[in-house]
Structures are given as C-alpha cells and as structure tokens.
C-alpha cells in the first residue's frame, strides 16, 4: 500500500559518513521541502563519535547548506533529527536504540513504522541485521523497511551469503536494495520512453535496430577510494550492478502492468538471457583497461598504479567495454556494447539505440550525407533524449544531411529535478520497490559477472593500457569494429 506523505522514524546506521552528509540529509530536505514528507517523521543518526544532538543538528543544517528555502525555518527542520552513538558490535547499544526509537514514535505520531538505512561499510551489514532482530528491533506495530547500500557482495558467493543473513531479520519485501542509477531521472525515463510512445516500441527489435551503446565514462579517477576501488575495479563496481540494470530496462519485455513484481520479472528474464561466457571466450567479449599517466585540462595526472591506496603492481581494471549478447526472440543478432571507465575523455552516461537502415534508401551517394537514425538517451550530466534523422539540406540541392529533435529535461527549474536518492527514499518510504534490486537480480548479475572476474584473475593484464584522458584502450574500439559499427560519441548536446 503506498501513501505520498508517509511517516516514519529513520534510522541512519553511518550517520557521520559522507554519504549521508552528501546525499542523505539534502534527498530528506528536498523531500520536506517539496511537501513529500509529512511532519510526522524523526531521523535518528547513528555512529560510534560522541556527538550531541546539537552537533548533529549544526552537521545537518550543513549539509543542505544551498537549498534552503525561505519558508522552512533551518531549525524547525533540524529538529526532526536526533543522534544517538552507537557502535553496531557492542549488544547492549541497541536497547537505547530501541528506546529512542519508540520516545520518537510517540512524539511524531509516526504509527510505528520503522525505515533502517545502513550507510557504512558492507562488512558490517550482516552483523547490523541479525544484531537489530535478535534485540528486538525489526519488530513494531507498523511497517519495517530495510534500505542497504552498495556493494552488495564482490561475488555470488559472497552476495549469497550477505543475503542469507539479512533474509535472517528480513523479508525480501522489505529489503530495499540501492543502486542509485534507478533513482536517476532519465533511467526512469527509459520505461516511459519505450511503453508510451508508438513510435518507438513497435520497431524495438532486431528488425529494425543494429546495435544498442551504453556508455558510463568519468573525468575523475579513483582519487582517495584507492583502497576500497583496488579491490573492486569497474568490472564489479559498475557492470554487475548499474550498467547491467540500464541493459535489464532498455532490453526488457513489456511489463503486463507497471507493478515492481511485474517489471521484475522482465529484467530478470533478461539477465537469465544473457550469453554466459567461459574462461575461453571471455576475451572475444570483453576487453579490459587501466589507466596510465596522461594530461587532462592541461594538468599531468598520475597513473592508477601511483594513487593512493593502490598496490604500485595493481591488476585491477578501472575501465570495461563488453560485447553483450542477449540470446531471446526479440534480440537475437543485436549486439548491446557496454563500457565504462575511469579517467575518460568526458563525464557523461548515455545510451545510445542505432537503428538499421533502409532495405533501399534513395538518399546515399556522394552529395548525400545521410546517416543512421540514433535515438540517445542522455543520463547524466546531461539530461534529455536526442533523436538523429535525416532531411533536407537548406540549399538548391535535394541532398540530404543528419539533424536532431531533441528533449532537454534541465531546461526547465532545475531546483525542481528530483536527485536519485530523494526518489528512491519516498519510493521506500511509500513501500514502492520498483527502483531497487531484487535479490533474484543481484544472483544473475552477479553469475554472469563472475565468470570474467574469475577469467581476469587467473591472467595477469599488460597494464597500464589507457592514457588518462582518452576513451580507453584500442582494443575496445575494435570490439566494435569487428561487428562493422564504432562507439558513438555523442555528448554535448
Ligand atoms: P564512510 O564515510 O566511511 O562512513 C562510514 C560510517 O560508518 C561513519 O558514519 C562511521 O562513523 C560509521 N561507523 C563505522 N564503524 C562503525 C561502528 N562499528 N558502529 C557504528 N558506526 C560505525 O562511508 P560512506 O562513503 O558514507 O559510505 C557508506 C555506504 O554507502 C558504503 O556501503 C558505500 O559503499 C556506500 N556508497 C557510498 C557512496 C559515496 O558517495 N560515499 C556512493 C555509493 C555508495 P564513526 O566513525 O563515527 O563510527
């Protein structure tokens, strides 16, 4: 059942860390802000630090420090929030826990309802989870919510075992898994996109479309999560979960209703028609990179090897491209090319849909400059949909040239943009599951994903193999280039 102002007491597990500071604290502003909250909610921030409530409350207001609007008095809101310091290996923290919990209840007449988010590092999620059943705490008279944050395991093994143990406390109808691409406007979109309009669906096939790019490239690299991304690399820290996801919704069925249970099920009929690889053909499908020195706006960066936190002989991949093939009705012949990576030439998430061309097509010749239609869909930084047809050069000539119709969703109030965690904390709230991952997601991604990660593991890597500020290695170009197509470089606008 979903209500738009729902009440909750909000418990924070992590509460000092940088994601609550960055993303956390402004998403529930916005959402006050914007009448999405009701007065009836408490936020309890827990850490080990001894901060008091004041503190807290200065550390909050901090936080949203640009978005505040006139009409809501920083105080007033900041006093919905309480902290309380804690330390998830110590048992006895947890019946002061519950205690304020249950003072909060009463006073914001929240009905009970319970929303745990556990921001802090993966390797306490599953102590976190038994030890708040075992005291007591995942039981009230109203609802019960867990929101969990990446990473979700390093493997299959390891997700499964994560996932046993939070089972343990909670039901899968409660847990609510993030992967904050989900959140993102245009990845939302991709559904509307699709299902709403006639002149998309209907040619949504291998009929008509050739090829399918995903691309997710930064500027950055790993800066100060050496430690943490040496163990990971883009393989697991991107594929296994966003791209993967955004390759579930653009290659999806149509849902029979727009239910999270019936979408589901469709991304999951996806990921289950996934080509899986073996140690033998990975490399004719994946190519891997990691990135050297080079000079980017003018600076000279180091390379990945040099970073903070990174072992100097490191083998881990900071960029992946992946031929993906989808072995369904619907998608047999198309390849879905996938790459994401540290360090690129631009920051910029797009999906970008090629269709085929004419069987005839009056329009080639040499005066023609007629080009294949592309439908782009812009995630971030930028934000809209742009489509690439032909018409009419503006001359004497009937020649043809390529123009774009485009959307631009930040043309608009960008301060009324919803952020991806402000979303997906009222669909929690609202007990909306559609935007988060099943575990029945994370099991297949996580099969597929472990095949490469197990081939990669067993063979060393000539790295480094990309300079800093390009779009990666060679060999991605030419994953492309054997199937006769090339990575589209759309962005800007
Ligand atoms: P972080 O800055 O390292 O914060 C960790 C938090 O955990 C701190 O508040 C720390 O506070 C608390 N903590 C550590 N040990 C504790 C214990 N024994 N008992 C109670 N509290 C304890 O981490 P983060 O960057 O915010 O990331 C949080 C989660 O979000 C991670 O799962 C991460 O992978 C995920 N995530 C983060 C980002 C991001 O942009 N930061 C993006 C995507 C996903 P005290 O030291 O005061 O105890």
Not at 16 to 21: E, K, P, Q, V
Not at 278 to 307: S, T
Not at 437 to 444: C, M, N, R, Y
């Amino acid at each position: 059942m979903t209500t738009n102002n729902p009440k909750a007491v909000i418990v924070i597990f992590g509460a000092t860390g940088d994601l609550a500071n960055r993303k956390l604290y402004p998403s529930i502003y916005r959402l006050y802000r914007n009448g999405k909250l009701s007065e009836n909610f408490a936020v309890i921030g827990v850490a080990r630090r001894p901060l008091t409530n004041e503190d807290f409350r200065n550390n909050v207001k901090k936080s949203i420090n640009g978005l505040n609007d006139p009409n809501i008095d920083p105080d007033e809101f900041a006093s919905h929030f309480h902290y309380n310091p804690f330390d998830i290996q110590d048992l006895d923290h947890y019946g002061k826990l519950e205690n304020l919990i249950t003072e909060l209840d009463e006073k914001h007449q929240t009905d009970g309802n319970r929303l745990f988010y556990f921001s802090m590092a993966p390797n306490f999620f599953g102590t976190l989870a038994a030890n708040l059943k075992s005291e007591g705490l995942t039981t009230t008279k109203g609802w019960t919510r867990l929101v969990i944050e990446k990473p979700f395991g390093h493997d299959y093994e390891s997700a499964e075992k994560l996932n046993n143990q939070i089972r343990e406390a909670f039901s899968e109808d409660q847990i609510y898994r993030i992967d904050h691409y989900l959140g993102k406007e245009m990845v939302q979109n991709i559904e509307v996109i699709r299902f709403a309009n006639a002149l998309f669906e209907p040619l949504w096939n291998n009929q008509h479309i050739s090829n399918i790019q995903i691309t997710s490239s930064e500027v950055l690299g790993v800066e100060e999560r050496g430690r943490y991304y040496d163990s990971a690399g883009a393989l697991k820290d991107m594929m296994q979960n966003h791209m993967l996801q955004m390759l579930a919704l653009i290659a999806m069925d149509p849902p029979i209703k727009l239910t999270p249970e019936e979408i589901r099920s469709e991304k999951v009929k996806v990921l289950r028609a996934l080509r899986v690889l073996n140690e033998d053909n990975v490399d004719e499908y994946f190519v891997r990179g990691q990135y050297d020195r080079g000079i980017v706006n003018g600076e000279e960066l180091p390379a990945y090897r040099e970073g903070n936190g990174v072992d100097p002989e490191s083998n881990t991949d900071t960029f992946v491209a992946a031929k993906l093939v989808i072995d369904n009705f619907r998608w047999a012949g198309v390849p879905f090319y996938i790459r994401t990576g540290k360090r690129m030439k631009k920051k910029s998430t797009e999906i970008v849909v090629e269709f085929k061309d004419l069987p005839m097509n009056l329009y080639y010749g040499e005066e023609h400059e007629t080009k294949s239609n592309l439908l782009v869909i812009h995630v971030q930084p930028d934000e809209g949909i742009t489509l690439h047809v032909n018409a009419k050069k503006g001359d004497y000539s009937a020649a043809s040239t390529p123009i774009t119709l485009s959307y631009d969703n930040n043309s608009g109030d960008k301060m009324n943009t919803p952020e991806a965690y402000e979303i997906l904390l009222h669909d929690c709230m609202r007990g909306d599951s559609t935007n988060f991952t099943h575990w029945d997601e994370v099991a297949l991604s996580w099969k597929f994903i472990d095949v490469i990660a197990n081939a990669w593991d067993n063979k060393k890597a000539d790295f480094p193999n990309y300079e800093s500020g390009t779009n990666g290695p060679k060999e991605a170009d030419q994953l492309l280039a054997r199937d006769g197509f090339k990575w589209w470089d759309i962005t800007p606008k």
